[in-house]
């Protein structure tokens, strides 16, 4: 069963990715504000058309 | 600071969205043949090339693969562009996936009818076609990354994550699942043998579930879902919690789909254990879900799009519900083999994944070509015949399921085996079988008229090809320069971080892997288990060819009823030379690890030849072409060589002596058969997998007898 030790590696190293990447959004400020994004992509970015004014 | 001005690029996202409508067509369509031929096996058009095992593996390509997979990139093609606020990184790699991925699906759609499978259920396609998905995968990381990097907006909302947790987790899944020595350009065997195999499978094929169709499904959920209902959802806390629960329990689960077989039980209670933990986190995305329309259920009366959305969220719960129940040993011992999973995983697939592809199509069509929904009545329609076409397939089938599994557990009070033969139980569920396929058949209407009130959408509007923005430019992060770490400098570089982290799971494979390879395997060996003879291995190719192990499963578990019914329980030590492992995971028919000298050799012509012949009633399609087919032995010495490679104990220089024994071992069946009446070359098809089928199991039985004496 030396196959388990593999994939036990395997999914360690991707748990360590997935941890990493949760520290760096951890420490980017991903997670300081856990509202306004949700609003966020809600308004569309359409350019204000200068001609219709 | 001037806004920028830039465009989102609207013809990827119509080009995968056409795609996922005309294979998603496809792709049900032919399961809906196979369910057919589940009743009448006459729908296989007396044709090598329409059978049940060569097809299925094509019907769950296409839904996953195709259907599912063209929606994927349609979903974060469109969704990604407008969160990063920043058209895709190169149009060029966009272009390269999207016709990269459409030739993977035509290869997959040539090859697999002819037989070319590594017998890996969702990983069936040979090793070229493995090496162009590595590639095609690693194009669209980079266009994925490219963008996330270009972002204008600091904030990596949460279905971008799942996004990029897709990304990943596919890519090592994928390669590890698909280390494959190649014999020829069309025929490969898989590196691991026996339980190592099975193991590595169910490792891929869980999370193939897992991060192929529901992390991005989630993602899409969390864009599209807010947008359609015009409101945020209900937690943005819960999504960010559940995302990182979710990728970092699901990758343990795989094992469930092993209990009671040979895998040692401390890996099957793991997978247990990781299964039921998952009810969680996957919960948590359908309560999410379902409470972001709270306050709001007028507009579902109304939209069609909503009505989906909570129908497809509705499957989930009842998928991720379901699944860590059927992960617990008793249940699985009933549920296991039987058409119970069928139905499980097709609420998940027509529910959660179907339903939430049609939505999104609702949605984003009408909006990239500035129009209006064709026919809202059309899409209503297409919501009520989709829904109990979901119904009609799912109900049938689990009743079919507690069925089969009960018949093949019962016992009469004296103690036998109430229905001892297999056919009695088939016989049984097959007004079931006609029902679930008048279920796929109305379900696939709905895709049809899906399809139309699409076509006339676009019809009637313009694709806007390229969608003007604006936003403002990121701004530059103040840079401590020279105070911060290393690590902060790297993290700063996503190239570079991508790089150094590929470099950090290379390295850890290739640590893992060396001794997997060079010390020999722990599993104990039985002394009376030998290599197949040459003859026996070409049999057992053309088993895989035709793709036997779809309805016959080759593992025996440690149960009364299945050691009375089969015979001696399965042991590890008797595959070590199964590269790739055959176990299955459905009796369609009987299990057929004992069959090796239950019948005599003419049984098995007669039975291959017309299966109604020796089992009236039989649902096992006519195999009259391996008895006009002759036996290509010019690849027995290659392929021995092959078997030498993965430590397969033949003698030095076999492969030259191969054929001799080969044409020694055909000359006796057929001589065996013509006893019986039966004419047949010797080098024909079926002589070989007469050899093949009559040697499974007989290891431990000749052990036994020899014990015996």
């Known amino acids: ?53 | 600071m001037q806004p920028d001005k830039f465009y989102y690029d609207n013809k990827i996202v119509r080009n995968f969205g056409i795609a996922t409508v005309i294979w998603g067509i496809i792709g049900m369509l032919v399961g809906l043949i196979i369910a057919i031929q589940l009743y009448q096996p006459a729908m296989n058009m007396h044709n090598q090339y329409t059978t049940f095992g060569r097809i299925r593996p094509l019907h769950t390509n296409a839904v996953i693969f195709a259907f599912v997979g063209n929606a994927i990139f349609m979903g974060i093609y469109y969704s990604l562009q407008r969160l990063m606020k920043t058209r895709m990184y190169r149009d060029v790699l966009s272009k390269l996936h999207f016709w990269g991925w459409q030739l993977i699906i035509v290869s997959a759609v040539i090859t697999l009818p002819l037989g070319m499978t590594t017998s890996h259920e969702y990983a069936e396609l040979e090793w070229p076609i493995d090496i162009l998905i590595t590639i095609v995968w690693v194009v669209f990381g980079i266009n994925m990354f490219g963008t996330i990097i270009k972002r204008r907006e600091r904030h990596i909302y949460v279905a971008v994550w799942f996004y990029i947790a897709t990304f990943v987790t596919i890519a090592v899944l994928h390669i590890v699942n698909s280390v494959e020595l190649p014999v020829s350009f069309t025929k490969s065997y898989m590196v691991f043998a026996g339980v190592q195999d099975a193991l590595v499978q169910w490792w891929y094929g869980h999370n193939a579930v897992a991060f192929f169709l529901t992390t991005p499904y989630l993602g899409m959920m969390y864009y599209f879902l807010p947008k359609m209902a015009n409101r945020p959802i209900y937690s943005y806390k819960l999504s960010i919690l559940h995302f990182w629960a979710l990728i970092f329990i699901y990758i343990w689960a795989g094992p469930h789909h092993l209990l009671y077989t040979t895998l040692p039980g401390w890996a099957q209670s793991l997978g247990v254990v990781f299964s039921i933990m998952l009810l969680a986190p996957s919960w948590g995305g359908m309560i999410n879900g379902l409470l972001t329309l709270r306050g709001a259920w007028d507009k579902v009366r109304d939209d069609v799009t909503l009505k989906f959305m909570v129908v497809g969220l509705t499957a989930y719960g009842m998928a991720t519900f379901e699944g860590p129940m059927l992960s617990l040993k008793q249940v699985n011992a009933i549920g296991h083999f039987t058409d119970w999973i069928i139905a499980h995983v097709h609420v998940g697939a027509l529910g959660w994944n179907g339903f939430l592809t049609f939505a999104i199509l609702y949605w984003l069509i009408p909006r990239i070509y500035k129009t209006e929904l064709y026919s809202k009545k059309m899409a209503s329609f297409h919501f009520w015949i989709g829904t109990l076409g979901i119904l009609f397939y799912a109900i049938p089938m689990y009743i079919s399921g507690f069925t089969q599994g009960l018949m093949w557990k019962e016992f009469t009070p004296e103690g036998i085996l109430r229905y001892p033969n297999f056919l009695e139980t088939t016989m049984r569920i097959l007004p079931m079988h006609v029902m679930r396929s008048v279920g796929g058949a109305m379900y696939l209407t709905g895709v049809i008229v899906m399809a139309v009130n699409l076509y006339k959408t676009a019809a009637q509007g313009k694709l806007v090809a390229n969608e003007a923005a604006e936003a403002m430019p990121l701004e530059k992060v103040n840079a401590h320069a020279g105070t911060e770490r290393w690590h902060r400098r790297l993290e700063r570089k996503p190239i570079l971080f991508m790089i150094g982290s590929l470099i950090v799971i290379l390295i850890g494979t290739f640590i893992e892997l060396m001794p997997t390879l060079t010390i020999s395997s722990n599993i104990p060996t039985i002394a009376s288990v030998k290599p197949y003879t040459p003859l026996e291995l070409q049999g057992r190719d053309l088993y895989i060819r035709e793709g036997c192990s779809n309805c016959h499963s080759q593992t025996i578990r440690p149960f009364r009823s299945e050691t009375e019914r089969y015979g001696e329980y399965s042991k590890a030590g008797e595959f070590v030379y199964d590269h790739p492992f055959l176990w299955g995971s459905k009796r369609t028919g009987p299990d057929l690890q004992r069959e090796g000298g239950k019948y005599g050799d003419s049984w098995h012509y007669n039975h291959l030849m017309d299966p109604r012949l020796m089992s009236p009633g039989s649902i096992m399609p006519e195999y009259s072409w391996l008895i006009h087919q002759k036996l290509d032995t010019t690849t027995t010495p290659a392929k021995i060589r092959a078997m030498q490679v993965l430590g397969v104990p033949y003698p030095a220089g076999y492969d030259k002596l191969a054929n001799q024994d080969l044409d020694k071992q055909a000359k006796g069946i057929a001589d065996n058969l013509a006893k019986d009446k039966i004419r047949v070359k010797s080098n024909k098809e079926i002589i070989a997998i007469i050899a093949y089928l009559q040697r499974l199991g007989t290891d431990i039985k000749a052990n036994k007898t020899a014990n015996n004496n």
Not at chain 1, 6 to 29: D, H, K
């Open chain 1, 1 to 53: 069963m030396s196959i388990i030790y593999f994939l036990i590696g395997c999914s360690v190293i991707l748990a360590l990715i997935f941890l990493g990447a949760f520290f760096w959004a951890q420490r980017n400020g991903q997670h300081d504000d856990l509202y306004t994004p949700s609003i966020r992509i809600l308004l569309d970015d359409e350019p204000k058309d200068e001609e219709e004014k």
